[in-house]
């Protein structure tokens, strides 16, 4: 595996950990819908969390550096496609974890609840 692979897999397995130790029930990982991915969804207080992860090596000073637009669009629609899926009433958020530092098993994590929302539709 290339490394900058396994810097992303030791991200995503902190960012897991990190979850659990905060009290969130982990229910998938890297769960897809057609072209899009989720790379956690967990619960917590009768929401699901749609968590996208993000290892960088270097100090992200802005969360638009790490998240477009499009991506944004894409977990909003997997997100859908979750809850949808299993039938569950539960409000979505969308969270984005950073995991920085330049030894993938030292990281500093940065956890960002409510990182964005999904926009009202208007007829």
């Known amino acids: 595996m290339a ?3 396994i810097f992303g ?3 995503e ?7 659990l130790a905060k009290g969130y029930l982990i229910r ?4 897809r819908s057609g072209k ?3 790379d956690i969804v967990a619960e917590k207080d009768n929401r699901i969390i749609v968590v996208e992860v993000k290892s960088r090596s270097h100090p992200i ?6 998240i477009t637009r499009d991506k944004i669009r894409h977990l909003i629609n997997a997100g859908n496609a979750y809850v949808k899926m299993f039938n569950l009433p ?3 958020q969308f969270d984005v974890i950073l995991m920085v530092g330049q030894d993938p098993d030292n990281f500093t994590v ?14």
Do not use: C
């Open 3 to 5: 490394k900058h692979n």
């Open 9 to 11: 897999q030791k991200g």
């Open 13 to 19: 397995n902190a960012a897991f950990e990190a979850l």
């Open 28 to 31: 998938d990982r890297n769960w």
């Open 36 to 38: 899009n991915e989720i």
């Open 61 to 66: 000073y802005d969360i638009s550096q790490v």
């Open 90 to 92: 539960h409000e979505l």
């Open 110 to 123: 940065e956890h960002i609840p409510d990182a964005f929302m999904a926009p009202l539709r208007t007829y």
